[in-house]
Structures are given as C-alpha cells and as structure tokens.
C-alpha cells in the first residue's frame, strides 16, 4: 500500500483534479484494508494509520462534495433516519431450512438424497448454524444497492442503510483477477453480534439506564430494524455470508466455490469452521466437534447445517413446500434447565432505573452454575406470570446473561407470591414511578445514592476516564465513608483521606490519587462517554468530538446542529440537547474543569502539534504503556517509530534504555524521561 497516504496533507490539496486522484487512492486503501481487517482477520496497519486515512478522505470528501460517492468507505457510518421501513421483494424466495434434532434423523437425509441422487455417497458442505437474522443484500454493478430482511420469504423489510453500517459488508464488490464481477449477484448470510459486542452494548445499556437485551441475536434483530441508522452503526453487528441467490454470468459448480468465491469478492464467509464431509460418520462427528466447541466461539450457534455440496445435486433434488431437500438444519440441545425462582431482588441502575433480578437456587446448565437471571421488568413478569417460590425454566445462552424462559405452572403448589415492583426505592426509600405500560420504574430522587454509585462507575471505566483501582466496590467504600459525593469530588480526594480507610495502605491511597490525577489529560471523546449521556456511547462521542472542538461548543449546540451531523439522529440529538439543557449539568463540567481536566480534543487539525517529529521510547515506561505512547503522539499528528536514527528528534528512555539511548547521545538527540515527554505535550498542545 501506499505509506504516503496515513500522512497526507489534506489542506495542501487544492485543486479537484488532484483531490480526485487522492480521494480514489485513499477509498482503494481502506477498502484494502477492511478487507484484510473484517474479512482476512489479518489487518498489516495499525488502527490508527486507518483512522487517518478514513479521516482524510472525510475532510477532502467534505471539501469537494461533487466528488462523494454513495459507495465511499465513509459512506459505512449511518445515513438519515426514516420514518417506516420500506418493502423489499426477493427475486427468488427466502427459504428455511428444515430442522432435525435427532442423529437418526441425518442419517435419513443422507439415505434420501443418496437414493434420490442414485449415488453411493454424497458430498456435504457442513457449516455452522450461526443465531442471527437471515439477510438478503443485492449488488448491482458491484455496488451495494438494497439489503432486506427475510421477512415472509417473499417479501423483506429494507433494511439497506443499516446493512451499510455493518463494517464486514463492502459497499463495493471487491474485484479479484481480470474477470468483472458479476453485473447483479444477490448473496444471503446471517447478522449476528458476537457475545462480547452484546455483553458490552448490555453493559452500556444499563449504564444508561436503559433495558437490556435478552440475548445477542435480539439485539442484532434490534439494531437492525432501526429507523435511526446512527444507532445502528453504534451497535457491533456482524456478517457470516453463506449463499448466492443470482449471480449473473456465473455458475458455480459447488457451496464450497461458492464460499471460496464469495471471500475474493470481499464478502465475508465462514470457510474455516466449514468442512466437506462424506457419510453420517463425518457429519455427526462435525456436530458433536462444534457442540464442544459452541462455548468457545466468540458468537452464539445454535447447530450446524448440512448442505449437498454439489449445486446439480442440489437441483435434482430439489425443494418441499418450504424448504429445501439438500440442506437440513441439525440442531444442538438446548441449554435450559429447572430451577426454584427464590425470591426477586431489584437493582438500581445509573439513570434510575428499577431492574428486577431473579434469584435462583443454585442449578447447573450447560457447565456453568447459574444463581442469577434478568427479568427485565414488570411488564415480561406480568406476561409471563413468573411468582416468587415458581419452579421457572431457564435458559443460558453463550455467556449470556440467563433468561427465565417461563414458570412451570403445573406444579404450583399455592404458596408461590407475585411479585410488584416496589412503590419506594430500595436504596433511599424515595418514590418511584411505572410508566404505564409497566415496562419502565425509575427512583425519582436525582441523588439516589444508589444511581451516584453507578454513574461514577460509568465515569471511572475503560471506555471513560479510565481510573484504574476505582471499581465497584472501592466506588462504595469511598461513598459510604463519605469520601466522595460525586464525580467532582473524585478530585478532591487527598492521600489522607484515604489512608485510615480499610484495605487502603499508604501505597495504594497514592495510586488511586495518581490514577484520578492520570484521568485529567484524557481527551474530550472519553469525557463525553463519561458523562453517561442516555443514548451517547463511545462511537458517538467520538463523532461529536469530531464535530465540535470544545465541550463548550457542544453544550450550546442546538438539535438542528446536531442532527445536520451525517452521523447524529434525532434521539440521539433531543439526549444531548436535554442533558446540557440541566443547569446541575453544565455546572458540574464547569467545576471540573476548574479542577483541572483537559478535555484536549487532538482530532481538530489544529491540535496536530507534533507534525514531522519523530519520537522513538526505550526502556521502561511508568504511567502509559508503550501502545498508549505511541497513540499519543500519532493523536498529536507525530510519528513513533522503533530504532533511532537521524531522522528521530526525541527519544524518550526508562529504567533499563540500552543501546538505542547510547545512539540517542551519540546523535546528539534530545532524550526526555516519561515525566518530561508528558510535560512537553502538554506545553506542546
Ligand atoms: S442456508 C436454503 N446456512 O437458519 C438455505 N442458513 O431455517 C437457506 N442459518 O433462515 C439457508 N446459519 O437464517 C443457511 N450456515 C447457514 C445458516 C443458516 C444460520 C439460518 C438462516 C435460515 C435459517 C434456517
């Protein structure tokens, strides 16, 4: 690829004919490199050389629009919300599959189509049976041109600009050797979010105080019947792609070509869980090895398919009614068991909401002892007439939070009680209040000690200002002890304070006053994630950041400034709007900043202060790790690099610096501590 194009400088281009030839270098790169990230699993840039380039070609897109394009990677973020989805007609109907759960069961399919096919053995293509939604998307000229939901088979939902978000699926066909795509190809796959996506947009949910998806396929069907594209392109949905419906000029032989074929054209196909098998002996021994290996994958299956290989075989045996007689679906067990439904705890979440918990007896399902399970709230207890002392079905899925499926009515015995969500908040006895349709309680007291403890949580994790060693359970150490009230006063903590507490010893009362100090340089996007803005998660912070140069620009931002964003739809917007609309809001950043936050936006171009330096670390670092080094200087527009040369204007060395400090002296290049690089961005931004 062209290593020139992570550095351009966009404000130098300034004619159309120039920034065309730029524009078309850039798009040609990233799609290179999506295909190597989402579909070869084998990315050879680091994230951020992409951002860079994607970055680029943003501003220069912005600056010559006659020149976007629909199909432009930058294009992959979100489009306007609607009002109603559109209808989509399938050319050629979306069948199921039938589904079989007995090995006996496989071993007539093989005997039919064997005896259908008149052969002694039949190839099968055995792929995994991925827990998502079957999806139809129609390339014309090797462009994306509509998705669809499966709907009733004949006719789907279009879910075109959502699809679009989906990284895994190329906006353009890629080509592979001299022969063109084909003019219309149709392929069907599934869209799924992998468990960690889901356990982590779960996370955020109820951070945010909002309802929590029940499993990873219900928060895929979820984002993907979205109005407001930005909220889908904020959820981590993907692609396995596993057939074609047209593939105009093309005729496959097999599913095996196809799946190989589908993969040079930058579709994405599973074909390293896939196998080619041949008798019962090899496909059963395929559904027992994905059965085992079901807790391992980093998405949810619920079987495995088994497809005639051979696409003439396929033909002559032709379909059912409904579906198909070369395929079947062979589904694992499912993981459910019974246990007694204890009691039922409520939890209190950062905005407010009242979320009730079951309580389980102890049972075991699939491996994993469960004791806990979501039941959302009063709405799906009422529904499904869950009582506290009911033997309940439950089921796990995956890493899934368990679901309590329904009660087992039958043998009721009289004593079980209903549950109501209670009239006062557990934690600071206040009001609360269900909405109407009972799927809603909230504690009505903004300084319920209970939400406090959780926001600060939100403001202290990862994603937000990062505080190592502030957990939850040191968050309501500091709470009770009354060493904290807030997030203001997480500033305001002193070693002395800390030092009598229990479990605080001398050292690690400094750590946590360093790590909250740490906190004050991190940038503008992680604080507006911080601040637990409803419906505000880390992409969209980002994309405000990239939109808005201070935090002051954004709390006076209108809602028409913010859904004139591409990326920003109207909810989204009202949140925003509403949030620094609250007088405590916009008081409570102002006093934060006093106490010292940065809140440094680096992606204004302004902010690139270490344009054309070099910085190369060695040794050990105290406060960042090397990733995080470099990052910073990347951020500021600098290069890190790993051996010194003439060409390095700073070497920033540790405990332990070798060599390349040796070289650094003998170069006569200026050589900074830890301490003394993060002074110098500092003053340098
Ligand atoms: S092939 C005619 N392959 O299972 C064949 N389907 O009822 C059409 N599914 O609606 C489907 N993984 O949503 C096929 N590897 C796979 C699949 C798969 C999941 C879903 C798909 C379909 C349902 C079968």
């Known amino acids: 690829m062209d290593r020139h194009l992570v550095s351009i400088d966009v404000d130098r281009i300034d004619t159309e004919e120039k920034a065309e030839e730029v524009i078309n270098k850039l798009r040609e790169s990233i799609e290179y490199h999506n295909y190597r990230y989402y579909v070869l699993d084998d990315p050879i840039i680091s994230d951020s050389e992409y951002d860079s380039m994607l970055i680029a070609l943003r501003k220069l897109e912005e600056k010559y629009p006659s020149l976007l394009s629909p199909t432009s990677p930058t294009q992959q973020i979100g489009g306007e919300p609607r009002d109603s989805m559109g209808l989509v007609q399938h050319p050629i109907p979306m069948v199921s599959l039938k589904t079989i759960y007995e090995a006996e069961e496989v071993r007539k399919f093989d005997q039919t189509c064997r005896e259908e096919l008149e052969l002694e053995s039949v190839e099968y293509v055995a792929e995994l049976k991925y827990d998502g939604l079957a999806v139809e998307i129609v390339y014309n000229d090797g462009k994306l041109s509509v998705a669809s939901t499966r709907g009733d088979g004949t006719t789907g939902e279009d879910i075109t600009a959502n699809v679009k978000t989906i990284r895994e699926v190329p906006l353009k066909i890629k080509q592979f050797s001299k022969i063109l795509p084909p003019s219309q190809l149709v392929v069907r796959g599934e869209v799924y979010m992998s468990i960690d996506g889901f356990n982590k947009l779960n996370e955020s949910r109820e951070s945010e105080g909002l309802t929590l998806f029940a499993n990873p396929r219900n928060a895929a069907a979820g984002a993907l019947r979205q109005l407001d594209p930005t909220v889908t392109a904020e959820r981590p949905l993907q692609i396995f792609v596993y057939a074609v419906a047209i593939a105009e000029g093309y005729s496959f032989k097999t599913q095996w070509e196809i799946l190989e074929t589908l993969r040079k054209w930058g579709l994405k196909t599973n074909i390293e869980m896939s196998r080619k098998c041949t008798g019962i002996d090899e496909l059963l021994a395929y559904h027992e090895e994905m059965e085992q290996k079901r807790d391992e994958l980093p998405y949810e299956i619920d079987g495995v398919v088994f497809k005639v290989n051979n696409l003439e075989q396929q033909e002559k045996l032709g379909m059912r009614s409904r579906d198909p007689r070369w395929a079947v679906a062979f589904k694992f067990k499912p993981r459910q068991g019974t246990t007694v439904l204890e009691d039922i705890i409520v939890q209190i979440g950062r905005t407010g909401k009242l979320t009730p918990v079951a309580v389980l007896k102890p049972v075991h399902i699939g491996g994993i002892e469960v004791t806990r399970a979501s039941l959302h709230n009063q709405s799906e207890i009422d529904r499904k007439d869950i009582r506290i002392g009911d033997t309940v079905l439950v089921e796990r899925a995956g890493d899934v939070i368990p679901q309590v499926v329904k009660p087992i009515k039958d043998i009721r015995e009289g004593h079980e009680k209903k549950f109501r969500m209670p009239k006062k908040c557990p934690s600071c006895n206040s009001p609360t209040h269900t909405s109407e349709d009972k799927k809603l309680t909230r504690c009505l007291n903004i300084d319920c000690p209970a939400q406090l403890r959780r926001s600060i949580g939100h403001f202290a994790s990862k994603m937000g200002m990062d505080i190592e060693g502030l957990g939850p359970k040191r968050i309501n150490q500091l709470l009770d002890a009354g060493v904290i009230d807030g997030f203001l006063s997480l500033y305001e903590i002193s070693v002395d304070d800390l030092v009598d507490l229990e479990r605080f010893g001398k050292s690690s009362a400094q750590n946590l006053v360093k790590q909250i100090e740490k906190s004050k340089d ?59 609309g609250e007088k405590r809001n916009r008081n409570l950043i102002k006093m934060l900043r006093k106490k010292g936050l940065e809140l440094s936006n680096p992606k204004i171009s302004g902010d690139k202060k270490l344009d054309g330096l070099t910085f190369v670390f060695t040794g050990a670092l105290e406060t960042l790790t090397r990733s995080e080094a470099k990052e910073l200087v990347e951020i500021y527009g600098g290069k890190a690099t790993s051996s010194v040369s003439g060409n390095t204007d700073y070497v920033v060395a540790g405990p332990g610096a070798g060599s390349k400090l040796d070289m650094a002296k003998e170069l006569g290049i200026t050589i900074f501590s830890e301490e003394e690089f993060l002074r110098f961005l500092k003053s340098n931004t």
Do not use: C, H, Y
């Open 522 to 580: 991190k940038t503008l996007d992680r604080f507006i994630f911080a601040l637990g803005i409803p419906l505000v998660g880390t992409q969209t912070a980002k994309i405000l950041t990239d939109n808005f140069e201070t935090i002051d620009d954004l709390m006076d931002a209108t809602k028409d400034q913010l859904t004139d964003i591409d990326l920003i739809g109207p909810e989204v917007a009202k949140s925003i709007v509403d949030f620094f």
